[in-house]
């Protein structure tokens, strides 16, 4: 292993450079990996400009949590992998000793940032994937077959994610028609996760035509661009006026939790996928009244990462047409760039520390 890499730091608010650092070692129970490809999340975007709770310091700090690459070492008690593996990751690593960790729930650890305590979280805690190497505890490290690459690879957390969102709101959606709020890559990956689910319709709710015809090729069943069409009356429409089983929040807009209240059924439920900067006006009277359930998802608990591979590899699902633009490391600066400007229409753009 070369004991020089190359890695993007966090040197300041906003001041991502290219650095040469030490490769890092894995620990008994980790894996060392070589990085082929990182996705760019907006929650990176958001930690560079205004520090996580319990982000290392600026000088120190790679972060990148949604990557994937190859097995290149592991550690003296690891025998479920061998260098050449080709892996995904997911970020959260819980305590395993806090309450929630004991019940699984480790996206949600009480110990959150206590690296004493054994908890990390890779790109937010502890170092991430914009890096050449990464090293990561086994129990956030998953197989991929030969049929995913390693963009699609990449994203795999942002399915994990969503599938640990149908499975905290109950997970049988068969029949059901849902509601999308917001074309972002979460919102996306949900249309294609209830049409993968056999929901019975799916409609999606956005502002920016290019993303709504990408929910279209997601397999969203009807398409509301809010700029040119009455957003309550269609989804009435589409519902006999009864509203939507399920209605899924991802715009992170302000409006959006009142938009879900009034868009769902009596009895139906709401999934928070986005979430607003500040406090929001929503009607919890009509909230309780019809019996109505707001659901939260933190991360990509309850092993979905896992179980997001098995529906890629099924085919039911393909994240390729999300990974719309790749750059080399030494280009993060385009690349961040190509992200938040949605250069060229950008939907996930991946920084590749390696050649494949
Ligand atoms: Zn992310
Ligand atoms: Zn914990």
Redesign the pocket.
Known sequence: MPIKMKAAVLMGQDQLEIKEVQTPSPGPQDVLINVKACAICSSDVSLMHKPWPHQPPYGSFIPGHEYAGSVVAVGEKVDEFQPGDRVAVEAHL?????R??RLGN?TA???YGKLDKG?RANGFTTNGGYAQYAVNHINTVYKIPDSVNFEEAALITNLGCVLYGFETIGGYVVGDKIVVIGPGPLGLISVAVAKALCAGKVVLIGTRESRLQAGLSMGANRIINVNNEDAMEAVMDETNGLGADLIIESSGNVNGPQMAIEMAKRMGKILLLGFPDGPVNANFSSLGKDNKSIYTVRGEGWANVGRAISMLESSRISLKPLATHAFPIDEIKEAFQTFTQRIGGAIKVIVKPNAD
């Not at 819980?94 to 806090?98: E, F, H, I, M, T």
């Open positions: 819980g305590c395993l000793r806090c929630n960790c480790y650890c009480l110990n908890h």
